[in-house]
């Protein structure tokens, strides 16, 4: 079965620190990778999705950039934290093209200081 | 792009009644419409889908409807017991490559006994 892990699990970072968020998946190929992000008490922001290594389509411009070294990671990141990135962040794939259901990770809870 | 209007954003009913959640969607493409709950710093976990070629779809106690014509979807929760408490988000997204679920904003509901 398919399993996704997002690391770490909780983050405190001072304004100005760098962030490296990953996301892997097991038990599939080639899945579609997606970055949400959740303010608090707030909805599902997208940020970014792929559909293959090196492919990143982003969807809302800000300090943040995404990256897919390999099949099933997923790398979130940042050279300066605002103190507007705190969050909870959440890794999603989904089964290629011809599938529909989305499934989510455990979440990274972001706080920037 | 696709835009996702979801209504009301707090909904507390009494324990037995039932539970309507509602939303509208923009792009007359999408034809992939997911529900997920969202406990208390948990992941959404996905309850129920729909896809544009039925009316509506019914799993125990929760039920979607989906009227494409208008272009919106409701979620219909029957018998509402404590642990329907939660946050409810809506989605919709085509389901072609380079695509990814939208969101709207949930719907907090409270079940109280």
């Known amino acids: 079965s398919q399993t996704i892990h997002q690391w770490p699990a909780t983050l405190v970072q001072p304004v100005g620190s760098p962030l490296s968020l990953e996301c892997t998946v097991e038990?599939?190929?080639?899945?579609?990778l997606y970055w949400y992000r959740q303010a608090a008490g707030r909805g599902l922001q997208l940020l970014f999705y792929s559909v293959g290594i090196g492919q990143i389509s982003s969807e809302v411009p800000q300090n943040l950039s995404a990256s897919r070294p390999q099949d099933r990671q997923f790398i979130l990141s940042s050279k300066k934290l605002l103190l507007s990135d705190s969050g909870f962040y959440l890794c999603?794939?989904?089964?290629?093209?011809?599938?529909?259901?989305?499934?989510f990770g455990p979440g990274t809870r972001l706080t920037v200081t | 792009g696709e835009n996702v209007e979801q209504h009301p954003s707090t909904l507390s009913v009494q324990e037995g009644d039932s539970a309507v959640i509602k939303c509208t969607y923009s792009d007359s493409a999408s034809n992939y419409f997911p529900w997920y709950k969202q406990e208390l710093g948990k992941r959404p976990q996905l309850i129920i889908d729909i896809r544009s070629n039925v009316g509506e779809k019914k799993d125990q106690r929760i039920a979607v409807t989906l009227n494409k014509t208008a272009k919106h979807f409701s979620l219909h929760i029957t018998e509402t017991q404590p642990e329907d408490s939660a946050v409810y988000f809506c989605a919709a997204r085509r389901n072609q490559a380079g695509t990814a679920l939208i969101f709207g904003k949930g719907t907090t509901l409270s079940v109280s006994s």
């Open positions: 999603a794939w989904k089964q290629g093209y011809n599938t529909y259901e989305q499934y």
């Open positions: 038990g599939t190929s080639n899945p579609n």
